[in-house]
């Protein structure tokens, strides 16, 4: 029996039955954020690996809701406290647009399912600029008699805690121009109408390999692990920390599943079993390698533990960068 027959066995046993209850609607998989994005991305690969290894038995849709900078997505699963056929993939807006929106809503409002993976942020400049390294980049900066431009999704969210970062870190000064998603600007740094952009590796793959852009530094403590080339010159793991490059600004965000806050311990054990089964999948580890994501399974009192460690520390870099609305 070849390999793909094992996987799909594997996979498919147990699948009716697992748990006691399993969805007899079509699922929404919603998405905070606009389309060309990570987290689309992300929920297009989660759906294809669900359909094609029949894990379950009902359609699966993508919903993208980044209204609002995302609210529309929060408060639509908030307002669906029972509807266990919504599953939202959250990333750190769900911590940050309530310190910056104040919106009526909380983490704890939902009800956690798991982490599938954590996504790392790079700093990307246009490659026909002659800054080939952050020194040279951050130069230019400080003598530019403009304030270079940085592109992000949303506002007073991670992109933009980071570029702040960057700023109480080199002394440089830039403005900071939101967007809709990550693929809006990388469409932007294309075109040159900003200078640079902290995209995570998904959202900048393609113009990245079509020598387009150029990635400058990787904003954690280590290289990302992957050593296959995804340009002609470069792998993931050649990127180097902003660390190594002397600034020592570091951010990961966790790309976790939330179902709506009422649903049962039944409902939430179904979507447990079915996305760790995901994270098996050959889609879900090329995925990761792919989009240089961080893979993991985290549930219950280790995801619960994790949260709330990471809601600390994402309020504490939006206090220090002044964004939490009085």
């Known amino acids: 029996m070849n390999t793909a027959a094992v996987v799909a066995l594997t996979l498919a046993a147990g699948i009716t039955g697992a748990s006691a209850w399993e969805p007899t609607k079509t699922v929404e998989i919603v998405v905070a954020a606009g389309a060309g994005g990570a987290s689309d991305q992300m929920a297009r690969m989660l759906q294809s690996a669900i359909q094609k290894h029949k894990l379950m038995n009902v359609p699966v849709v993508v919903s993208l809701k980044g209204g609002a900078s995302g609210a529309e997505a929060l408060m639509y699963m908030k307002g669906s406290p029972s509807e266990a056929d919504k599953v939202l993939i959250a990333y750190s807006l769900i911590y940050q647009l309530p310190l910056s929106a104040k919106i009526p809503f909380n983490w704890r409002d939902l009800t956690p399912v798991n982490i599938m993976a954590f996504d790392e942020f790079i700093l990307w400049d246009n490659a026909e600029t002659p800054y080939k390294t952050v020194k040279e980049f951050i130069d230019a900066a400080k003598k530019s008699p403009t304030p270079f431009k940085f592109g992000g999704t949303g506002s007073k969210r991670e992109d933009q805690i980071l570029m702040v970062g960057l700023e109480k870190q080199t002394g440089a000064k830039f403005s900071y121009l939101p967007y809709k998603s990550g693929g809006e600007a990388a469409t932007q740094l294309v075109g040159k109408h900003i200078d640079a952009n902290v995209n995570n590796p998904s959202e900048n793959l393609e113009v990245w390999r079509a020598g387009q852009v150029r990635a400058l530094c990787v904003f954690d403590d280590e290289r990302i692990a992957y050593t296959t080339k995804v340009t002609d010159k470069q792998s993931w793991h050649d990127v180097p920390t902003c660390k190594e490059e ?18 049962t311990p039944d409902q939430v054990k179904f979507y447990e079993d079915m996305f760790r089964k995901v994270s098996q999948t050959p889609e879900y580890k090329e995925y990761m390698e792919k989009q240089a994501l961080k893979p993991v399974y985290m549930t219950g009192k280790e995801m619960m533990d994790f949260l709330e460690k990471d809601d600390k520390a994402n309020a504490d870099l939006m206090k220090a960068a002044g964004f939490v609305k009085q």
Not at 251 to 263: H, Q
């Open 246 to 263: 002397g600034v020592d600004v570091q951010y990961k965000m966790l790309r976790a599943m939330f179902l709506p806050g009422k649903v």
